[in-house]
């Protein structure tokens, strides 16, 4: 290469990188701010990189947790305070929902056992409220969506790191039966919270690659990351979620209605298989087997009981009638739920565990609210994001956690986006999704 080509190429590098600082020092001021502290909360607030993690205390990783909690609080609240649009869709349903869900929250502080955590956490639910809404709106849903999708990338590559190269914290031996121990990836977290982060970057990304036609190698790989990390935390329910999440995402392709006649065919062999194969082996012992080898204890009943939970959500339920108007406050169910694992194991017992019946009804009105929009008007990343928090939550607490993060971050998007006026999906004439913004035909990969 001739010096003046060396010089040339120089000059073009320099350029290249000029004009990238240029669009980053470009980018205002409280959008760069509000970006950050997406990815910061996303990535930090369900982040437990102790040996134990189902203890919770006031360590040095709580502390950094409520700094970023703090300022995004300020920067929220802000908002709230000088821009009426940020109030508009906090004060229309189904968004209002979770405004009366914390308002309990706060009504049962007082009366907890330990005020001080359950007021915390209470703060937490408002500073994710209002960092997200005004993020949604003031610096639009795609930049929202792609700072979320950075920071659980981030916490799924980082787990991957600590599962092989710190397997005191990254690995969870969860006790079974007979003295036995399922080994599960957990990395940054308890491996149910792994697997609730890698099957949302999941839909996420298979969304955005799909939909918002947002393609690279590199999401690909990010999404084969996540998917990875989904297996190894052995979190049947997250697994099942993330399927269910992106048939639902995309019936329109799966549930064409030319597809119903093969459907009904396939459906008639079944049946027919089924009632052949009954003469000739005992089903019921056959599904049993299956269901052993799919058990993490190697016993099929732990299924049948929803991995304990029947027994976990009946104790709960009794609790509940004993207060049924306050609650027992945010982050108080490790003292009266000790010998099942500290949790309720449902996000609407658990709210209702928290606030009483009037939060848990509002926690299911604005499931049903959410779910009646999604049969008017179909919206892949809103619908897909909608039943993964269902499906989950019906094994898991998933939202208003001890520090609300991430699944309550996008649950507030899913509850968000018919308000938004930026959504490149939504045609602002008629508030109806554009056709061509859905995929036809089977999913494949464009050349």
């Known amino acids: 290469m001739s010096s003046a080509d060396f010089h040339s190429t120089n000059l073009r590098i320099q350029s290249f990188g000029e004009s990238r600082l240029q669009k980053i020092t470009s980018v205002p001021l409280s959008m760069m701010t509000g970006l ?9 607030n369900l982040a437990d990189i102790s040996i134990d993690k189902d203890k919770v205390g006031l360590d040095m990783q709580v502390m950094l947790k409520l700094v970023g909690i703090g300022f995004a609080a300020i920067y929220g ?121 890698s099957g949302l970057t999941v839909v996420l990304g298979t969304v955005m690659f799909f939909t ?22 052995l979190s049947r329910t997250s697994l099942v979620a993330t399927v269910f999440a992106l048939t639902i995402a995309y019936r329109r392709v799966f549930f064409k209605r030319e597809y119903l006649q093969r459907y009904v065919v396939a459906s008639m062999v079944a049946v027919f298989a089924f009632m052949v194969v009954s003469t000739q082996v005992d089903i019921g012992a056959k599904v049993k087997e299956k269901m052993t080898m799919v058990s993490k204890s190697g016993d099929a009943d ?78 892949p990343l809103a619908d897909g994001i909608l039943v993964f928090i269902i499906v989950n939550g019906i094994f898991e607490n998933v939202i208003f956690s001890v520090l609300t993060g991430m699944p309550t971050m996008v649950l507030i998007m899913s509850l968000s986006w018919p308000l938004l006026k930026d959504d490149p999906l939504i045609d602002s004439t008629t508030g109806e999704i554009k056709s061509q913004a859905l995929p036809e035909g089977n999913l494949r990969f464009s050349p």
């Open 212 to 233: 918002y036609k947002k393609r690279s190698s590199t999401r690909v790989a990010l999404i084969a990351i996540a998917l990875g990390a989904l297996v190894g935390s």
């Open 77 to 197: 609240g802000i908002g709230f305070l000088t821009d009426r649009r940020i109030r508009d869709v906090i004060q229309t349903f189904p968004v209002f929902w979770v405004v009366v869900i914390i308002v309990m929250y706060f009504v049962a502080a007082p009366f907890s056992m330990d005020p001080k955590i359950s007021l915390a956490s209470t703060l937490s639910m408002v500073a994710v409220l209002l960092l997200t809404v005004r993020a949604l709106v003031q610096i639009g849903i795609l930049p929202v969506i792609n700072a979320i999708f950075a920071g659980m990338a981030l916490f799924n590559i980082l787990s991957w790191f600590v599962f092989f190269f710190w397997p005191e914290v990254g690995v969870l031996k969860e006790p079974i039966a007979d003295g036995k121990f399922a080994h599960r990836m957990s990395g940054l977290a308890h491996s149910n919270v792994l697997g609730q982060y």
């Open 302 to 379: 732990e299924l049948t009981s929803a991995t304990g939970r029947s027994e976990i959500w009946a104790y709960t339920i009794r609790l509940i009638s004993q207060r049924p108007l306050i609650g027992y406050g945010a982050a108080t169910s490790k003292y009266f739920l000790a010998q099942y694992s500290s949790y309720t194991h449902n996000m609407v017992l658990n709210v209702a565990f928290s606030t009483g019946i009037i939060g848990g009804f509002a926690c299911l009105m604005m499931v049903l609210g959410r779910i009646r929009a999604m049969f008017s008007i179909s919206h």
């Open 36 to 44: 950050i502290l997406i990815t910061v909360v996303t990535f930090l």
